[in-house]
């Protein structure tokens, strides 16, 4: 079976643009959740959706946000690009939104602001 | 609040070596689950064990093993006879028992392996 895909793979954008980035999850999987690993950090979760709905948020501005598909797949939404947001943004599905289910990462999009 | 930290930012061994990666996290939560996750250069996270908060057994699997103390907050990850391929980057993580799809990661650990 597939992985988790994400597209494009990598990204460069002008401060101001905007960006949207594509998750497909693994098949059957209905729980879809973004994260932001700035270089040298560790991942921060941004979002959850589950059955199409926001279940969950991290702490990122309104600038941020996204959306589920009827196949569950997913988009990330960003709007007036800093440079701060300059990230490999990972992609990770689950079979539920949570219980002992484990969450699979996608390789991720890497964007660059400049 | 959670929070996950790994104090080693970077270690290097010799290939056959045996290494241990350190982590420690803080919660107030009775029920939680801790993670480890490989980040190679590909930069997929790549699952490598789950355990819950009421289960301190230590875990084997391979050359891979776990420690989880909750007495002292931690749950380190020892590879024993490293390997080229272990080379990458390692995440410890913390959910909440009642938000278990919302992993905090630590800073990681960067491992080398050289030949």
């Known amino acids: 079976d597939a992985g988790v895909t994400q597209s494009p793979t990598h990204l460069i954008k002008t401060r101001g643009q905007h960006v949207t980035l594509r998750c497909s999850p693994i098949?059957?999987?209905?729980?879809v959740s973004w994260y932001q690993q700035v270089l040298g950090q560790g991942p921060q979760f941004i979002f959850q959706?589950?059955?199409?709905?926001?279940?969950g948020r991290g702490n990122f501005p309104d600038r941020f946000s996204a959306r589920q598909f009827p196949n569950y797949s997913s988009e990330l939404n960003v709007n007036a690009l800093l440079l701060g947001d300059s990230a490999l943004y990972l992609c990770?599905?689950?079979?539920?939104?949570?219980?002992?289910?484990?969450?699979?990462f996608g390789p991720g999009t890497r964007l660059t602001v400049t | 609040a959670q929070k996950v930290t790994q104090a080693q930012t970077e270690i290097s061994v010799v290939e056959k070596e045996d290494v241990t990666l350190d982590c420690v996290y803080e919660?107030?939560?009775?029920?939680?689950?801790l993670f480890w996750y490989k980040q190679p250069p590909s930069g997929e996270l790549v699952f490598l064990i789950r355990?819950?908060?009421?289960?301190?057994q230590n875990e084997i699997s391979g050359r891979y093993s776990w420690n989880f103390q909750k007495s002292t907050s931690s749950f380190n990850f020892t590879i024993t006879a490293s390997q080229v391929v272990d080379s990458a980057v390692y995440f410890c993580?913390?959910?909440?028992?009642?938000?278990?799809?919302?992993?905090?990661f630590g800073s990681g650990t960067r491992l080398l392996v050289r030949p």
């Open positions: 993580a913390l959910s909440r028992g009642d938000s278990s799809y919302k992993l905090i």
């Open positions: 959706y589950y059955e199409k709905e926001e279940r």
């Open positions: 098949s059957g999987h209905k729980s």
């Open positions: 990770a599905s689950s079979l539920a939104r949570q219980g002992l289910y484990e969450q699979y």
């Open positions: 355990r819950n908060s009421f289960d301190e």
């Open positions: 919660t107030r939560d009775t029920t939680y689950y």
